[in-house]
């Protein structure tokens, strides 16, 4: 494979997406999070099957299979050197960081409360954005993100007793390394396709979470059944590389902080999710968090 011409390299990147992209870029963004809203159902379906190690180890393994073979089939060229420190920021936040940690919070939490609690992600990522590209969102944008954190942070504590579980320090953990490899993510797609950037983090793993994966699995046995197996695949092949494509993607036509801010309607879809597939109860806390964050999406979108 040879590396990307020096044409590529001279492209800026660019901090406001043309205007004809802000559609088709906000139904990608949009998609990529409807992907992810099955993440946790998903998740909880494949601890029946693996452990939360050899879980996360194989998923790796098996997006970076369908990525590596994407990337060969197409004949990709090598991505720069200067883009390997994004990719590896990529790489330890979205493949290994988020779900390592999420998966060990599921381990003692429902998936609706982590699915709130995960709804200070378009905050999190926004203020990062702003910090590694200079955007700078309008007062109100910031407000109406600050309200919708507030509403998440008042469910959590009031969830948890007052006081924070180890669940959520896992949850709030995962929240500041998947920030970091979304805002990176973004600004990688807008110098190489979407596709091309979570392909990259994934084969970049791959010497790590492959032996991994064999270890794992040495020490937690899987024992399958149709929700783990179906529960791998998904967040495998739709969580961790389909849907990331597609976010990326809209990411970078509409700009990581207004893409982000989509992202507060994960939590009602997965609470979606988690009745439907898993019988989850939970109580009226949930839903009417999850609405009040859906408010401050209309909110940070028209900003």
Do not use: N
Not at 99 to 105: F, N
Not at 170 to 175: I, K, P, S
């Amino acid at each position: 494979m040879k590396r990307q011409s020096s044409a590529t390299a001279s492209t800026p990147i660019a901090v406001i997406a043309p205007r004809e992209r802000r559609g088709p870029g906000t139904a990608l963004a949009f998609l990529g999070v409807a992907s992810f809203s099955l993440t946790f159902p998903a998740t909880a379906w494949g601890l029946e099957s693996f452990g939360p190690w050899s879980l996360v180890a194989t998923r790796c393994v098996l997006a970076a299979l369908v990525a590596g073979g994407c990337l060969l089939a197409l004949r990709v060229p090598l991505p720069e050197r200067r883009h390997l420190p994004g990719l590896a920021v990529v790489a330890a936040g979205v493949v290994l960081g988020f779900p390592m940690l999420t998966t060990l919070a599921l381990q003692t939490s429902t998936t609706a409360h982590a699915a709130v609690v995960v709804g200070l992600l378009p905050l999190t990522t926004a203020v990062l954005s702003a910090v590694r590209t200079g955007s700078r969102p309008s007062r109100r944008f910031w407000l109406a993100a600050l309200a919708g954190a507030a509403a998440v942070v008042a469910f959590t504590l009031t969830q948890s007793g007052g006081a924070l579980t180890a669940a959520d320090g896992y949850l709030f953990a995962a929240l500041l390394v998947c920030a970091a490899g979304y805002t990176e993510g973004g600004r990688l797609a807008r110098v190489m396709p979407g596709w091309q950037v979570i392909g990259w983090a994934l084969v970049l793993c791959a010497p790590l979470t492959v032996p991994g994966a064999a270890v794992a699995l040495a020490y937690e046995p899987a024992h399958l059944t149709w929700h783990g197996i179906a529960g791998l695949l998904w967040v495998a092949l739709g969580s961790q590389f389909l849907g990331l494509v597609v976010w990326y993607r809209g990411m970078a036509a509409i700009g990581i902080p207004k893409a982000s801010q989509l992202q507060l309607a994960q939590p009602l879809l997965t609470l979606v999710w988690s009745a439907l597939l898993l019988g989850e109860h939970f109580t009226a806390a949930a839903p009417l968090t999850a609405v009040a964050v859906l408010v401050c999406i209309a909110v940070t979108q028209r900003s």
